[in-house]
């Protein structure tokens, strides 16, 4: 190394740098400290592990500080490389457990997982300023075959649990029994008009509000004629559970179930409306054609399984098969007793709606509650279904698509009684002030000022078709249901198809669909509509398409298109220019 060196300098001038030689053979002692830096490496990582975790602790700074002076120590002196060797050794030594403690993937699952923690106990804080301790709040909603007997379960459910007082039914069964109506006197409590009491045909949703000792409950006594399919589907969107009521009487079921039934198209609708569970309550279980008979209710259970399943949901975790009798109130809040039905050792429909996992509900998002009815009394009132967020008295909100600023006069819960604030999940009335009862339709959306609902007239959707007797071409129109809302609308244009087999989107767009497709489709309203993505609000982002009287495909929606181009060009299009 050093004859190199010394050639360097001999090739300009010759020999007459011969002292200056001299002069840097100290410093040639650096290029034999080279193989010890090709030792060195070890350290370099131990530096940079130092500096990583001097900002959460002070404690490993003295540690890099005999690192570097050990170094220098090492330059001049190189016999001692033995202990320069082991001091960084010794130092990254303790370096691993720093790396172990404050690496970035640990970093991440605490802070995750504390977040968590913090968000639950928010939450909890939240409802208990609000409310202070209060039970849980479930809205279920009864659908099933016409004449199943969904409301004389639900009218039964009040008189059990007190809803509805003995003096109330009493009347009640007077009443029907003058009508010559004698075992409709139950379904009374629920079909309050004189339309639905002569009938025995519920028209449009009733509601009526219960509490057991755990929890609380919203009735929602939904139609099952097929004419009146579009109220059972904004009573459906209100809900949390599905309380399917399945006639054990012969003839009944079969009817109920087969192609033109009723129950197979309310079980789409239910999940479409985003009821993410089903209780299966196989009613007339008493009726002499049954009597508790083990093989019938064997023989429902069957044949329902699959097609629940079909439809979405787990048989194993969404959806439950209980055996009653509505209205003798049999295996309704006490267990059936063994003398009559020796087969049944399942809990009693209260018991397990009781003890049902809770649905998840978002208190600290954005408020959203659609509006599902109207009505002037000392100004406008809204009723619907908080489905998300929370409100109080005094709130100043906005009510979309109009973009009118409102404020909460007052809010009243099932019991009609005047409470300060409401939360996620429950069912209210609310006065508001500052808007006209005329000016509020059934599908608008009281949200935030803050972050408000989108308001949209185009928008893109993935469409699975159930059941249509022609193609769908682009141009097609039908009535939308979503949340509360039904609005006529038209497909533009079908932009792709899935394809069956690899459940990829096809790049050109399909001439038309046919039932059993799945497509993505442009859908058009004339007038601007409150709605979401599906994967932000799910509640607010399914929809169905319903058609002459059937329900033609179910929806989630993908992309929205905004309509601010279009105000734009409005805006301009009154604009005159004076010369």
Same mark, same amino acid.
């Given at each position: 190394?050093?004859?190199?060196?010394?050639?360097?300098?001999?090739?300009?001038?010759?020999?007459?740098?011969?002292?200056?030689?001299?002069?840097?053979?100290?410093?040639?002692?650096?290029?034999?400290?080279?193989?010890?830096?090709?030792?060195?490496? #070890?350290?370099?990582?131990?530096?940079?592990?130092?500096?990583?975790?001097?900002?959460?602790?002070?404690?490993?700074?003295?540690?890099?500080?005999?690192?570097?002076?050990?170094?220098?120590?090492?330059? #001049? *002196?190189?016999?001692?490389?033995?202990?320069?060797?082991?001091?960084?050794?010794?130092?990254?030594?303790?370096?691993?457990?720093?790396?172990?403690?404050?690496?970035?993937?640990?970093?991440?699952?605490?802070?995750?997982?504390?977040?968590?923690?913090?968000?639950?106990?928010?939450?909890?804080?939240?409802?208990?300023?609000?409310?202070?301790?209060?039970?849980?709040?479930?809205?279920?909603?009864?659908?099933?075959?016409?004449? *199943?007997?969904?409301?004389? @379960?639900?009218?039964?459910?009040?008189?059990?649990?007190?809803?509805?007082?003995?003096?109330?039914?009493?009347?009640?069964?007077?009443?029907?029994?003058?009508?010559?109506?004698?075992?409709?006197?139950?379904?009374?409590?629920?079909?309050?008009?004189?339309?639905?009491?002569?009938?025995?045909?519920?028209?449009?949703?009733?509601?009526?509000?219960?509490?057991?000792?755990?929890?609380?409950?919203?009735?929602?006594?939904?139609?099952?004629?097929?004419?009146?399919?579009?109220?059972?589907?904004?009573?459906?969107?209100?809900?949390?559970?599905?309380?399917?009521?399945?006639?054990?009487?012969?003839?009944?079921?079969?009817?109920?179930?087969?192609?033109?039934?009723?129950?197979?198209?309310?079980?789409?609708?239910?999940?479409?409306?985003?009821?993410?569970?089903?209780?299966?309550?196989?009613?007339?279980?008493?009726?002499?054609?049954?009597?508790?008979?083990?093989?019938?209710?064997?023989?429902?259970?069957?044949?329902?399984?699959?097609?629940?399943?079909?439809?979405?949901?787990?048989?194993?975790?969404?959806?439950?098969?209980?055996?009653?009798?509505?209205?003798?109130?049999?295996?309704?809040?006490?267990?059936?007793?063994?003398?009559?039905?020796?087969?049944?050792?399942?809990?009693?429909? @209260? %018991?397990?709606?009781?003890?049902?996992?809770?649905? &998840?509900?978002?208190?600290?998002?954005?408020?959203?509650?659609?509006?599902?009815?109207?009505?002037?009394?000392?100004?406008?009132?809204?009723?619907?279904?908080?489905?998300?967020?929370?409100?109080?008295?005094? &709130?100043?909100?906005?009510?979309?698509?109009?973009?009118?600023?409102?404020?909460?006069?007052?809010?009243?819960?099932?019991?009609?009684?005047?409470?300060?604030?409401?939360?996620?999940? &429950?069912?209210?009335?609310?006065?508001?002030?500052?808007?006209?009862?005329?000016?509020?339709?059934?599908?608008?959306?009281?949200?935030?000022?803050?972050?408000?609902?989108?308001?949209?007239?185009?928008?893109?959707?993935?469409?699975?078709?159930?059941?249509?007797?022609?193609?769908?071409?682009?141009?097609?129109?039908?009535?939308?249901?979503?949340?509360?809302?039904? %609005?006529?609308?038209?497909?533009?244009?079908?932009?792709?198809?899935?394809?069956?087999?690899?459940?990829?989107?096809?790049?050109?767009?399909?001439?038309?669909?046919?039932?059993?497709?799945?497509?993505? *489709?442009?859908?058009?309203?004339?007038?601007?509509?409150?709605? %979401?993505?599906?994967?932000?609000? #799910?509640?607010?982002?399914?929809?169905?398409?319903?058609?002459?009287?059937?329900?033609?495909?179910?929806?989630?929606?993908?992309?929205?298109?905004?309509?601010?181009?279009? %105000?734009?060009?409005?805006?301009?299009?009154?604009?005159?220019?004076? *010369?």
């Amino acid at each position: 190394m050093s004859k190199l060196n010394a050639g360097a300098f001999e090739f300009v001038p010759g020999r007459a740098f011969v002292l200056p030689q001299k002069s840097q053979t100290p410093p040639s002692k650096p290029p034999l400290e080279r193989p010890l830096q090709t030792e060195a490496p #070890p350290p370099a990582p131990t530096i940079t592990l130092n500096i990583g975790g001097s900002n959460p602790l002070a404690a490993p700074k003295p540690a890099p500080a005999p690192a570097l002076t050990t170094a220098p120590q090492s330059k #001049p *002196a190189l016999p001692p490389s033995v202990s320069a060797s082991a001091a960084p050794s010794q130092s990254p030594s303790p370096a691993p457990p720093t790396n172990k403690v404050f690496s970035t993937e640990r970093a991440k699952t605490d802070t995750t997982s504390i977040a968590k923690e913090v968000q639950a106990v928010a939450d909890q804080e939240v409802l208990k300023d609000l409310f202070g301790d209060v039970k849980e709040h479930l809205n279920i909603v009864f659908i099933g075959h016409v004449d *199943a007997g969904k409301s004389t @379960l639900g009218g039964n459910l009040l008189y059990i649990s007190g809803g509805v007082d003995k003096r109330t039914m009493e009347k009640y069964e007077k009443e029907a029994k003058e009508a010559g109506r004698e075992t409709w006197y139950l379904s009374w409590a629920l079909d309050s008009t004189p339309q639905e009491r002569s009938k025995g045909k519920t028209v449009e949703v009733g509601r009526a509000y219960f509490e057991t000792s755990s929890r609380r409950y919203t009735i929602l006594d939904a139609p099952g004629h097929k004419t009146y399919v579009p109220s059972m589907i904004s009573g459906a969107a209100q809900a949390d559970v599905a309380i399917l009521v399945i006639s054990a009487r012969k003839g009944e079921f079969e009817t109920g179930f087969e192609r033109g039934g009723q129950t197979r198209e309310h079980v789409m609708l239910v999940k479409t409306a985003g009821v993410s569970k089903v209780v299966i309550v196989i009613n007339k279980m008493d009726d002499p054609t049954v009597n508790w008979d083990k093989g019938r209710y064997n023989e429902i259970k069957d044949k329902l399984t699959p097609f629940v399943k079909s439809a979405g949901f787990n048989p194993k975790t969404d959806v439950t098969f209980i055996p009653v009798s509505a209205y003798t109130g049999q295996n309704l809040k006490d267990r059936v007793a063994k003398s009559i039905c020796s087969w049944n050792d399942g809990p009693s429909f @209260l %018991e397990h709606m009781d003890h049902m996992p809770m649905v &998840d509900r978002k208190v600290h998002a954005p408020l959203m509650m659609p509006v599902s009815e109207k009505y002037k009394d000392m100004g406008a009132i809204i009723v619907g279904k908080i489905e998300s967020g929370h409100i109080r008295k005094g &709130d100043s909100l906005t009510l979309m698509p109009n973009k009118s600023i409102v404020e909460v006069a007052a809010i009243y819960n099932e019991m009609e009684e005047e409470v300060p604030s409401a939360i996620c999940g &429950d069912n209210v009335r609310v006065r508001l002030r500052g808007v006209e009862d005329e000016d509020i339709s059934p599908g608008f959306v009281l949200t935030s000022p803050k972050s408000p609902v989108r308001a949209v007239r185009q928008f893109e959707a993935q469409l699975a078709i159930l059941e249509h007797k022609n193609i769908i071409c682009a141009g097609y129109s039908a009535v939308m249901h979503v949340h509360t809302l039904s %609005e006529e609308v038209t497909l533009p244009a079908l932009l792709h198809y899935f394809d069956k087999a690899t459940g990829r989107k096809s790049k050109k767009p399909p001439q038309f669909a046919k039932k059993g497709q799945k497509v993505v *489709a442009l859908i058009e309203t004339t007038l601007p509509i409150c709605v %979401e993505r599906f994967v932000d609000y #799910p509640q607010l982002g399914r929809f169905t398409l319903r058609d002459e009287g059937r329900t033609i495909a179910i929806g989630k929606i993908t992309k929205l298109h905004d309509d601010r181009v279009d %105000e734009v060009t409005e805006g301009v299009a009154h604009v005159s220019v004076a *010369a």
